[in-house]
């Protein structure tokens, strides 16, 4: 993704920034984990859901879990975010 895009983002979308890191760059977390730590079920998975449409966020579903996973832009997003102090 071109870094304009991740800019836009950035600057429109402050809650799936908060989404991104959340998930963090470490191990995937599964959905309900992760929207029980944002404090937000409904709004929280629909910002998930637009962040897998985006293409940040990766959702692989294991037996019955879901587990998220930030994708290269993903972390790239993160990454800018913490260098700017978003």
């Known amino acids: 993704m071109k870094e304009a895009k991740l800019l836009k983002i950035l600057v429109e979308e402050k809650s799936?920034?908060?989404?991104?890191?959340?998930?963090?760059?470490?191990?995937?977390?599964?959905?309900?984990?992760?929207l029980t730590k944002l404090g937000a079920y409904?709004?929280?998975?629909?910002?998930?859901?637009?962040?897998?449409?985006?293409?940040?966020?990766?959702?692989?579903?294991?037996?019955?879990?879901?587990?998220?996973?930030?994708t290269e832009d993903g972390k790239k997003l993160v990454k800018l975010a913490r260098e700017i102090g978003v």
């Open 16 to 34: 799936l920034v908060r989404l991104l890191k959340t998930l963090g760059t470490g191990k995937g977390y599964p959905t309900r984990e992760l």
């Open 42 to 70: 409904g709004y929280g998975h629909k910002q998930l859901l637009k962040a897998q449409k985006r293409g940040l966020v990766a959702r692989k579903s294991v037996k019955n879990k879901v587990f998220n996973n930030l």
